[in-house]
Each structure stands twice: as structure tokens, then as C-alpha cells.
């Protein structure tokens, strides 16, 4: 098969178009013809590699997948050839005490498949394979297309905002980077929760899209004074939830912007990891601070629930030949991408 492969971390010409042998499925494993896979940030950090995460060397990144089943494992019962799946891409024991009570990302084997595993475990290649367990139904009114560019970013932000930021109807949402992968997502599960979506981008073109999707109020991080907006937005309150993931650059702003008692809920240091932070916020406003990792299997499920209403919709940028994966990664490590790019196999 064909895939995308590198075997040193580095810049997007580190990524090789190879010819590697195809998956077999273990017992447990079922192998699917990738239809199309979804990029993430986190194949930028896998190729550019990361302090104190190991990477499997050579690798095939990619956790967003949705194709066909092709081959299934002896001992898989529930799963038929060629059932259309899409992958949760939390790869854990299933057996012990965490993974039995939904916490399956604090299991002492918890990976993300495509980005922890290895080597050459993940989506974007012609063929790829997962723990049957991971497979789960294509949505049925999604394309291929679409229903990849779903999986990561939906269970990522349901987890952050719904079970997490616990977020109620008419709290005020402050979301960074709100049309990254992420942010589409952000936007509208606020939505769906009847809260009030304060958007930011660093385009107008960019907000346009953020209004369309139900943003409330957006705001410019090239142009506005984000802190004077949002206090003028909350008649002085400040926001009830900031939604975070972009780190360094932008966590002293977003403590700034939280209302007394409010929360901040963070996935992720897109602009760096070494964020200041002053303390006396934290204990003087009872300001909360919580850190939210992937999502479980669950969690997926129930989100998707609302894509197969028609309540979530994918947001895709633009649809790319898997070959030039390297492109579609400058891309977002620009900051060019509205939602999505969904990579096709030749
Ligand atoms: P995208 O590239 O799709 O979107 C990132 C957005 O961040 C951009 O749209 C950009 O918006 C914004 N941004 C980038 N730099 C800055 C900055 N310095 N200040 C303000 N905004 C900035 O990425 P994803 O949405 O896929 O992922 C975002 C982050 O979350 C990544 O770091 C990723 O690794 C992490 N993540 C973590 C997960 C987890 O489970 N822990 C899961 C998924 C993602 P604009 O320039 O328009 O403001």
C-alpha cells in the first residue's frame, strides 16, 4: 500500500510517499480500506517531535479515519467486513479499574493510535488497522469525507466543554483559535447547550465562518482589545468558560477574561507550553483550571448522536491528495486552515 511515512522528526520534507506492506489484523483487530483520514495538530507534533513523549519511529501518523472494513480478527464477533467505521482513537486495556469506569485515558496503556503507537499504526496510508473495539459506526448522513474529519476534535471538545467545564445554558464561552479543528466543534456544541459562544480568529474572513456556525459575538485577535470586548460583552462579568488549547501566548489573556468562579478548560499549547501565571487569580477569583485530555469511547458515541441529527456539522477546509500531506500540514502550522483538511488515497 501506499503511505505516508517518516522515520526522523523535522520539517514536512521528513515525510516520505512510500510503499509499505499492507496490515494484517490480529485476533482482537479488524483492518480497514481507508476512505479518507482527517489532519490534526497532533501529526505536526509526532513529525516535528515532542519533550518527553516517545515516538515510534517510522511512523504513519494520523488518529481520523473512516473507511471500510476489509479484513476482521478470529476472535471479532460484532464487526462484519465491510461495515463503514470510523475510529475512536483512545487505545487502552479495556480491563483495568480506569478503563472500566470510563477513564480510559488515565489506563497505564493508554495511547492515541496514530500518534503515540507504532511503528507505521496510523491513518494516513491506503490500509490501516485497530483494535475492533475503536471501530465504530459511520455516521450514515456523512460522506467518507466528512465523517473523518469528525472522530478527534468532536470527542476532544464534547469531553472539554460538556463533561468537564460542565458548561450550562447562558454561560458566556470564550473560544480561542475558534476555526481550527477544535474550535468548528467548540462553537457549536456551545450552541447546542444554548450558551453564548464568544468567538476569536485572527481574520475577518475567518469570524465570517464563526457567525455561520451560531458564534454569538466575535472578536478579531489581530484587531481588538480582546479583554475590553469581553467585558463589555458580559456587561463586566468576563466570560463564564474560556476554552483553551493555544497555550503560552495566550493563557495570561484568557485568566484576564475569566469571570470570578469561572473556568478555564485547556487541551493544549499550540503557542508554547511555558505559560505564566499569576497565582493570586487563581485563589482570590476561585477561578478553576482544568486540564482535559482526548475523550473516552463513550463520550464519542454520545456526541455522535448530534452530527447523525444534523445538530454538529463537519467543517471541512478542503479535501487533499494523500500525497501531499506535507502541504496540508504547512497549512495549518501557518494558521490557514478553516476546519478541517481531509486527506483522499490516490
Ligand atoms: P488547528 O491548527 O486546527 O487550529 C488551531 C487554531 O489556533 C488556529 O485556528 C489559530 O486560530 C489558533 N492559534 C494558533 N496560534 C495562536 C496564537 N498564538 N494565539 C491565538 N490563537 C492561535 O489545531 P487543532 O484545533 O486541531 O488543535 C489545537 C491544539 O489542541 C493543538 O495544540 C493540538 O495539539 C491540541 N489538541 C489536543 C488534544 C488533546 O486531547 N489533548 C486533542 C486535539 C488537539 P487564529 O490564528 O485564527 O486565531
Not at 266 to 282: E, K, P, Q, V, Y
Request: proline share 5%.
Amino acid at each position: 500500500m501506499k503511505a505516508i511515512v517518516f522515520d526522523r522528526h523535522g520539517e514536512p520534507d521528513v515525510l516520505r510517499y512510500i510503499d509499505l506492506p499492507e496490515p494484517k489484523a490480529g485476533p482482537n483487530e479488524v483492518v480497514i480500506k481507508v476512505a479518507a483520514s482527517a489532519c490534526n495538530f497532533n501529526d505536526i507534533w509526532a513529525r516535528r517531535g515532542l519533550p518527553g513523549m516517545k515516538i515510534i519511529l517510522p511512523h504513519i501518523a494520523g488518529s481520523d479515519v473512516s473507511g471500510v472494513v476489509v479484513e476482521r480478527g478470529s476472535e471479532v464477533k460484532d464487526i462484519n467486513l465491510g461495515d463503514e467505521v470510523v475510529v475512536h482513537c483512545g487505545i487502552a486495556c479495556r480491563h483495568c479499574a480506569y478503563c472500566t469506569r470510563g477513564e480510559e485515558f488515565f489506563c497505564e496503556q493508554f495511547k492515541i493510535w496514530g500518534f503515540q503507537t507504532g511503528p507505521n499504526d496510523g491513518a494516513h496510508g491506503e490500509y490501516c488497522k485497530v483494535p475492533a473495539v475503536n471501530a465504530i459506526p459511520k455516521p450514515k448522513n456523512l460522506s467518507h469525507q466528512e465523517a473523518a474529519s469528525i472522530p478527534l476534535v468532536l470527542v476532544t471538545v464534547w469531553r472539554m466543554l460538556v463533561t468537564r467545564a460542565r458548561i450550562q445554558a447562558g454561560d458566556f464561552v470564550m473560544i480561542w483559535g475558534s476555526t481550527g479543528g477544535l474550535g468548528v466543534m467548540a462553537i457549536q456544541i456551545a450552541k447546542l447547550f444554548n450558551a453564548r459562544p464568544i468567538a476569536i480568529a485572527s481574520s475577518d474572513d475567518k469570524l465570517e465562518l464563526a457567525r455561520k456556525l451560531g458564534a454569538e459575538f466575535v472578536l478579531n485577535r489581530k484587531s481588538h482589545d480582546i479583554l475590553k470586548q469581553v467585558r463589555e460583552i458580559t456587561d463586566g462579568r468576563r466570560a463564564d468558560i474560556v476554552f483553551e488549547h493555544t497555550g503560552a501566548e495566550t493563557w495570561p489573556l484568557s485568566m484576564q477574561c475569566l469571570k470570578w468562579g469561572g473556568t478555564i478548560v485547556t487541551c493544549g499549547a499550540t503557542s508554547g507550553f511555558d505559560a505564566h501565571m499569576d497565582i493570586r487569580l487563581l485563589w482570590n477569583k476561585q477561578q478553576n483550571y482544568l486540564g482535559s485530555h482526548l475523550g473516552n469511547k463513550g463520550e464519542l458515541v454520545e456526541a455522535l448522536r448530534f452530527v447523525e441529527r444534523g445538530l454538529i456539522k463537519p467543517v471541512i477546509d478542503r479535501v487533499m491528495p494523500l500525497k501531499d500531506l506535507g502541504k496540508a500540514q504547512t497549512l495549518m502550522e501557518t494558521n490557514t486552515v478553516q476546519g478541517k483538511i481531509v486527506m483522499v488515497p490516490n
